[in-house]
């Protein structure tokens, strides 16, 4: 492999500004080959005036022309290799097995943008044909049908290098709609953000696409993300990260003079009930099921499940029991930074410290803090220090959850009115338990984007029927995914063409449908 | 009729304050009937008290209770007659034809969206099956369907006092898809409100409907509307109104902890674009139909076309003259009320007040100011002053409009990229001109939600295909519409059932789809 060049990838162009940063093995501390330089705000002007150049061509191109593009980012990124999967090991401490399969998630979920940019029908055409002789009034002939917003800010998220990063959903529902790009790198992979951005790179060149719909750059703290999203020629953001890093690009985009749809995804606690006769007949399933999901990517996933709600009881007893030697036997491994790791630290602590939480279980192994080490912890607490204790209900990225031993099913009910929005809900029940719970679906139906139902909320599809965004502050805008074919909805806006002339209209709008789209006319949907 | 009591609907029960204020006829001056009762913090209280303990029972209505509902609610409305008319009549000075129509209007859209609840496909249901063999990993089933937001506040319009206000499209779209709605009516036909409030009041009891699901409150300033938006139990909010009301409405939604989505409809200048062949081929026909559009309803409608661009020359010297004559003629009439022409005086003068605007054409009769007239006025300038003066790209709400002299079509490129975002814009063109006008198209779809081709903004089709929204300031969010079948997209979310046994799963998303919905199965399309 070519060493790493640290550069900013500048529309066609591969920018140098002088300070550089590198990053060290969140492993042992070493520090990794590559030195990235820090785009300067005209590396970012330059960016924005390219992507706005790119935008018009970029949505003429057809379909079937962005599908080809998307699918030449997909080979491309499996061109890299091995190299790929080593430097995100290597960056973020992830395991060679998960990195592979978010690589093969990452290009399904290209090649299934692709399906959609050819298919078309995203853009949902619909046609009103005019009525000339109606009374009192005609009815003019109207049109309507989807583009592209323009530019979108995309910001690589740190536990997903791949799939929700340079070449991750964000982006790839942006392209596949025609918006040009401008991703703003992770700061804890810049390796594996350059060798993506290499790669969607070559595609652009391959199959000529404007040179402005792709940019990448390096920056430190927010400085450069705050630029691009208080830009004018910026019409949309995707954020995966930290509620307070959402939430100041969702106050900087409100705060334009134009403000701009934010899509952020941000915080999470994922709450499990397990309702009676479940724990009863099962408990030790669960434990380790629980188990399994909470420290699975060292508990680095937004969809964590990081409280647990369980009634009082001899079945809970012996799910502690259970639970205890599930969460001892986990080994410690690397957090994706040592940051990453110092604020699992700081959040842990400040839910540990809350009178009324104590430590219920904890990994036997001791966790090596040199070699970024975080152990599993299952704290404990009761229905009346959750409700009354905010700190309870924060989300802790890391594996850390907490076990909230409630008294009745009552009780279960007020502290799933007490949670935030949520990405996801699990609830675990027999067919008994289920039928009674009728009222709990739907409290938590109203607080989350996704339930589950005896499983676990790790494992998200990249499919038809996939929601991943809830209510605040799970993400920014509960009416959105950024998950699934679904995503692509985030940027794009309806036109309304009245009375234009059929040979002037974009093809999706002609009478003759020579798109074969199925579209919606008179208010009847078919490929007409 | 029996006398208006004034009082605001909480729920079922009418409430009074102690401190009221009445409203004068426009036309007069003379106080009208009605002394209203201004709400109070405890009565808004009251009204998000009772629309929290509706939004559950509201939404699991069936489709058809629903559609019932709406149904009443515009049967009740016309069971008003001629008495609600007169109301609106007195109160804002419109037309007893055009209130008429907009009555048909607003009954219609109540139908339209009644039809949309009793057919039910609005939920968008989404499934895909599991695959237990799949290889790394199962597949669980996964199904997805849009729920109801929640409370959703809606701010009655000013200019239409039935089709945007108390029962207008922003309440029929919450409505239908099981919303509850707290209206706060606008100051200015508060008679008109209560009368349409009474019918929907009616209407709830009638249908069974919980009484939580239909507030209006009187307000003053924006006071009661703040409190509203404010409140962690509000989870959208409609609005149609002024840019700065709208902004005021945004950012507090916006600084919420869990910010909501807010659908502001607040200004536009509906760009009219008159290309050379068109201008020197009927220059008369298109004055008239200017002047028409920009003084119907006193110049009082969202898509008022407050801009005119045209090439300079002899064909716009005859245009001038013919604008000039039609303008001449156009008779004064009292505008919405008092502060309304106020509003449209000062706004008027700061366009004239700007060095390089002068007046082009103004009616001949004098505008009666003590019966709050306004007048025509078309304003003129040039590119150049139109580029630098950001005065001459302001909506002046009433009728007011300006006319730009290019020198060429780059320069009248130039002007169309300076333009704001905008409901419409329109372009006057032969086939030829159309044929060469490809890139203006382009620009203005970036810049507009409905593009009108040889027609005028004004008029607004309640459709499939109709988009009124655009981005910014047009409205607060690009990628809906406030008119149309699709403006119920606004308040409804997706969420996502994982493994839910089928006889759990609500009907929209069980394997017989007991419903007939149209749904998505496996990416496929249809009533399966």
């Given at each position: 492999m070519a060493p790493l060049h640290g550069l900013n990838f500048v529309a066609s162009a591969l920018r140098k500004s002088g300070r550089t940063f590198a990053v060290s093995?969140?492993?042992?501390g070493n520090l990794l080959d590559g030195k990235f330089q820090l785009a300067r705000p005209i590396d970012a002007e330059e960016a924005l005036a390219a992507a706005e150049s790119a935008a018009g061509p970029f949505a003429r191109m057809t379909g079937a022309e962005r599908a080809a593009f998307l699918e030449r980012v997909a080979e491309e990124i499996l061109a890299l290799g091995d190299a790929l999967i080593e430097r995100a090991a290597a960056e973020t401490a992830l395991p060679v097995a998960r990195l592979t399969g978010e690589r093969g998630r990452t290009v399904g979920q290209l090649r299934l943008f692709a399906a959609a940019a050819r298919e078309g029908?995203?853009?949902d055409a619909r046609i009103d044909r005019a009525q000339?002789?109606?009374?009192?009034l005609p009815r003019p002939d109207l049109r309507r049908m989807k583009l592209p917003l323009g530019p979108v800010v995309v910001f690589g998220s740190s536990n997903f290098p791949l799939a929700f990063s340079v070449a991750g959903g964000d982006t790839a529902s942006a392209l596949c709609t025609g918006n040009p790009v401008i991703v703003k790198a992770h700061r804890g992979h810049p390796g594996t953000s350059e060798l993506v951005a290499g790669a969607i790179r070559s595609a652009v060149d391959a199959c000529g696409v404007?040179?402005?719909?792709f940019s990448m750059l390096h920056g430190e703290g927010n400085v450069i993300g705050v630029q691009l999203v208080k830009d004018?020629?910026?019409?949309a953001v995707g954020f995966t990260g930290s509620r307070a890093g959402g939430r100041a690009l969702m106050t900087a985009a409100a705060a334009r003079p134009d403000p701009i749809p934010v899509f952020a995804e941000m915080s999470s606690c994922n709450p499990l009930f397990v309702l009676p006769e479940a724990l009863a007949t099962r408990s030790g399933t669960i434990a380790e099921g629980f188990r399994n999901s909470m420290t699975l990517g060292v508990g680095q996933f937004c969809t964590k499940p990081g409280i647990l709600i369980a009634v009082e009881g001899e079945s809970l007893a012996r799910f502690r029991k259970e639970l205890a030697a599930a969460v001892a036997a986990a080994a410690p491994a690397p957090m994706l930074t040592a940051e990453i790791l110092r604020e699992y630290d700081a959040h842990r602590e400040a839910l540990l410290g809350v009178a009324g939480v104590r430590v219920l279980a904890q990994a036997e192994a001791a966790a090596d803090a040199a070699h970024s080490q975080a152990a599993a912890v299952v704290a404990e607490t009761d229905a009346a220090t959750f409700l009354t204790q905010p700190q309870c209900s924060?989300?802790?990225?890391?594996p850390c959850s907490l076990l909230v031993a409630v008294h009745d099913l009552a009780e279960m009910r007020a502290v799933a009115r007490r949670l935030d929005g949520q990405l996801t809900a699990t609830i675990h029940g027999t067919d008994a338990d289920l039928e009674e719970a009728a009222d709990l679906f739907e409290l938590l139906a109203g607080q989350a984007g996704r339930l589950i139902v005896n499983g676990y909320p790790t494992g998200v599809e990249v499919c038809h029927a996939m929601q991943h965004g809830g209510p605040s502050p799970a993400t920014s805008d509960s009416r959105f995914t950024s998950v699934g074919t679904a995503a692509l909805e985030r940027f794009i806006r309806p036109v309304c063409l009245q009375d234009m002339p059929d040979r002037l209209l974009p093809p999706a709008l002609q009478n003759a449908n020579p798109l074969g789209l199925e579209r919606i006319v008179e208010g009847v949907r078919g490929r007409h």
């Open positions: 093995s969140p492993v042992d029908s995203w853009v000339p002789d109606r009374q009192p404007p040179s402005g719909v004018s020629r910026v019409k924060e989300e802790v990225f890391g």
